[in-house]
């Protein structure tokens, strides 16, 4: 007896073959996409947003761009030999961040800008964008390395956040190096300093900036990380949103990963950070409209400066709301790019 007849036949094998013509089409997408382009690691960094206009620009500001964008090169290629060696994007964000801690150059770790009683407070984050794990540091004076403690506390305490005289004392502990206050100190930071003692402005540096760090490594995973002497002339004790987790750092594997530079209270204000990864989630914007929607908000709220982005497909997305912002970015393409303007 004929179980089915033969028209009945003929309809349930178009049926399998529109199964399985789809189930081939959604494949060959997927592997198309990643084969396209997709790159197995990306690192972006920043050094700070610019104050001078381009056509402003003196023939002492173009050899001070020249070296930002040779330290940012040179940064860059620490954090790639990282991702490039199968390294995570947490040690490639804190090695890139660490070394333009180091620079003199940089609004971090020396060269730090001084708060209105003459002396450095620091404040840096991590972020882990697979386990949301995160650790910060704020107001710091004396741990050569913010980054490093900003590591530790993610890593070796059930903490997010640890500020002033008791991140110290754990940074000792942890065994990280500990300066003098002086360490800090540049003459170019104290001439800015004695010029602004008494005014009531509160200034994001002109040309050296706070630093960050954005990556996505070889397994998927994201990670950021900040560091700042915050704004030049702050009150003493006021922290800026470069150690606050979703204002001025964040990092998500289901979204993106991203570090801020600017005026923090706004920045803080508006969760700027974490608003870009929130509009990924919920919203399903890309990565750059998502990250220029939140830039848009300094504009309109009187802050300034921008943000790097990556998300978890390898865009990145750069906006700034300022003269200039140096930032750059390289990827296992062998793409190698830095900006002033
Ligand atoms: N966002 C930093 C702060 O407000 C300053 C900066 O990025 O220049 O502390």
């Known amino acids: 007896m004929q179980f089915f007849s033969t ?32 790159p197995s690691y990306v690192l972006a960094v920043h050094g700070g947003g610019v104050g001078v206009r ?55 770790g020396k060269g730090a800008v001084f708060n209105n009683n003459g ?24 741990i050569k ?28 502990k942890q065994g990280l190096e500990i300066v003098d206050p002086s360490y800090f ?8 300093y004695l010029k602004s003692k008494g005014s009531a402005s509160l200034e994001i540096e002109k040309t050296h900036g706070t630093v960050g760090a954005v990556a996505l490594d070889s397994k998927g995973n994201l990670a950021a990380a900040t560091s700042t002497g915050g704004l030049q002339n ?15 750092t964040y990092a998500n594997n289901k979204t993106c990963a991203v570090s801020a530079t600017g005026t923090g209270e706004v920045f803080m204000r508006n969760v700027l950070a ?19 929607k939140a830039v848009k908000k300094l504009k309109n709220q009187k802050g300034y400066g921008g943000v790097i982005a990556i998300d978890k497909d390898g865009n990145i997305a750069m906006p700034f709301y300022s003269r200039g912002m140096k930032r750059g970015y390289i990827t296992s393409t062998g793409k190698l790019r830095v900006f002033i303007y």
């Open 7 to 38: 028209k009945m036949r003929k309809f349930y094998l178009l049926l399998a073959s529109i199964l399985i013509i789809s189930v081939l089409i959604v494949f060959t997408t997927k592997n198309e996409s990643y084969a396209k382009g997709k």
């Open 54 to 108: 381009k056509d402003k620009a003196t023939s002492k500001d173009k050899k001070l761009f020249k070296e930002y964008k040779l330290k940012l090169t040179e940064a860059l290629k620490i954090g790639e030999a990282i991702l490039k060696g199968g390294g995570t994007s947490l040690d490639a964000v804190e090695a890139t961040v660490k070394f333009l801690e180091d620079s003199p150059l940089f609004n971090a």
């Open 119 to 142: 002396y450095n407070e620091l404040d840096a984050a991590i972020m882990d964008g697979n386990t949301l794990k995160a650790g910060s540091v704020a107001g710091v004076t004396i």
């Open 145 to 172: 390395n913010p980054i490093l403690a900003a590591r530790k506390v993610m890593t070796q305490t059930k903490h997010v956040l640890l500020c002033a005289e008791g991140a110290e004392q754990f940074a000792k």
């Open 185 to 192: 100190k540049t003459e170019h930071e104290w001439e800015r």
């Open 234 to 248: 702050k009150k003493p004790g006021r922290i800026g949103d470069s150690p606050i987790i979703g204002a001025g």
């Open 274 to 292: 974490y608003d870009i990864s929130a509009q990924i989630e919920y919203a399903d914007f890309s990565l750059k409209k998502a990250a220029e």
